[in-house]
């Protein structure tokens, strides 16, 4: 059963879900200038870069690379016509990687961000999320305040060169910030009393919370500091996967295949 303060986040997570439909690009008027679905295109292979530390979106399991991502990845793979390959990536390589042609698209739970427009293109986005932070169960009740009680914390803790890490640093410049390389350490940090807060997306949030419940530490439900898309990074040339992967994302939404990724991979850490 899931508890309900669980209850609310996980419906605030899917209720954004719904309105992704609406920020979908109509690919279906360019059909006939485009290759269809189940037809290869460009190659054989789809080369996903990956950074396998964002459990549940992706991560290793038994030396295989899963999660929501993992999941879409292949079904994407499917539906070109080409069989996957999962690249390996430091999340600060992933762009360049994708520019350097190392890979072909970027599958890792990225957000859309204006500075990583700047550089490359995205996909319609498929998961509406946010910022939220970890924190010890005894001060779960003076978080909940919000801004403030962040502003005045002792240390924040993030993943550096995330989206949660360039929020933290400018909103709360004046508090001491210590970005991390993977969500482990943030979370060691948080156990340890290192940072009073860590703050990473809504996902990997309650990931880590289902993961560390015995050492007495609880997402803050009741505030989402940002509002993100996540989407998947494609080089602007590439027009072929841009088209293909609209295509794919219009198609599993309509059938409802996109909910039932995403309900394995998040509900079911509750449930």
């Known amino acids: ?93 992933q762009i360049q990687a994708l520019l350097d042609k190392k890979t072909d698209i970027i599958m890792s739970g990225m957000s859309i961000t204006r500075l990583r427009q700047v550089r490359i293109a995205f996909s319609n986005p498929y998961f509406r999320s946010g910022q939220i932070a970890l924190v010890h169960i005894k001060d779960l009740d003076r978080f909940k305040m919000g801004y403030p009680a962040f502003a005045k914390s002792r240390a924040i803790g993030t993943v550096k060169n995330t989206t949660g890490d360039i929020y933290v640093r400018e909103k709360f410049s004046a508090t001491k910030v210590i970005d991390f390389s993977t969500s482990k350490k943030g979370v060691e940090a948080l156990i340890s009393g290192k940072i009073e807060v860590f703050i990473h997306d809504a996902p990997i949030i309650l990931q880590l919370a289902s993961e560390n419940e015995d050492k007495n ?38 059938d409802g295949r996109l909910m039932q990724m995403v309900k394995r991979w998040i509900c079911l850490l509750y449930t």
Do not use: C
Not at 217 to 239: C, H, N
């Open 217 to 254: 530490l609880k997402p803050v439900f009741s505030v989402f500091l940002t509002e993100e898309y996540l989407a998947w990074g494609i080089r602007r040339e590439d027009a072929a996967i841009m088209s293909a992967a609209n295509r794919f994302l219009d198609t599993i939404k309509k």
């Open 1 to 93: 059963m899931i508890p309900k303060p669980y209850k609310q986040l996980l419906l605030t997570l899917f209720i954004g879900m719904a309105v992704l439909h609406w920020l979908s690009i109509d690919v279906s008027a360019d059909s006939k200038n485009n290759p269809p679905a189940n037809t290869a295109i460009g190659g054989n292979i789809l080369r996903v870069g990956v950074s396998t530390n964002a459990p549940p979106l992706i991560f290793k399991q038994n030396g295989k690379v899963v999660g929501l991502e993992a999941d879409l990845a292949k079904a994407l793979a499917a539906d070109m016509g080409r069989s996957v390959k999962f690249v390996e990536v430091k999340w600060d390589d």
